[in-house]
């Protein structure tokens, strides 16, 4: 029986094509290119990245950023400056949540968040925007634990897109079990 059904399966899946998986990046890669390969991981995953020249471009781009939204739940970590005049709301009735990532993976376009920032802050917002250092953009994951590991939370959630989901019939739905929306602010000179 268990031959059968995996025989359909593989007959099933024989004339789909391969997925193309991204290159591995050296843990030496420099600063300029782990960034460059974040923003395309990231993007490839289907978030989206915005680029900001320090703290004075990135409180002029939430105020226009943040206009669109009724109200918003904002993590522990987010510093007060980067914290936008909406009502705040609990995070199951907030149309956006607002996190401080600890650092970010280049290799799979990935954001690293402490458990301080509040779980139902990072999944339950239909739209998650987080903000990262420039400089806490790691070239690969082990590279990133280790420069954390004198600070490391008691757990890491790993975000690499917005949530999305093909369990049943095959069909993508984004926002499953989590944001639909990812939008990772990048700060330089932070």
């Known amino acids: 029986m268990r031959e059968r059904i995996l025989g359909r399966i593989h007959r099933a899946l024989e004339h789909r094509p391969k997925t193309a998986l991204p ?61 936008p005049r909406l009502p705040l709301l609990p995070p199951e009735e907030a149309p956006l949540g607002i996190s401080w990532a600890v650092g970010a993976v280049a290799e799979t376009g990935t954001v690293l968040l402490s458990s301080q920032e509040g779980r139902r802050n990072q999944l339950l917002p239909p739209t998650h925007l987080v903000f990262v250092s420039e400089a806490h953009i790691y070239p690969t994951l082990l590279t990133a634990l280790n420069a954390l590991k004198p600070s490391l939370p008691s757990a890491i959630g790993l975000h690499s897109g ?29």
């Open 23 to 83: 290159e591995p990046l050296a843990a030496t890669v420099a600063p300029s290119e782990a960034l460059t390969h974040f923003a395309e991981r990231l993007s490839g995953n289907g978030g989206e990245v915005v680029r900001l020249e320090g703290l004075g471009a990135a409180q002029e781009w939430l105020g226009h950023f943040a206009q669109t939204f009724a109200g918003v739940t904002v993590g522990q970590t987010v510093p007060e400056s980067l914290r």
């Open 162 to 190: 917005p949530s999305k989901s093909a369990d049943i019939g095959q069909i993508m739905v984004k926002g499953v079990h989590g944001p639909g929306r990812l939008v990772v602010a990048v700060l330089s000179g932070s």
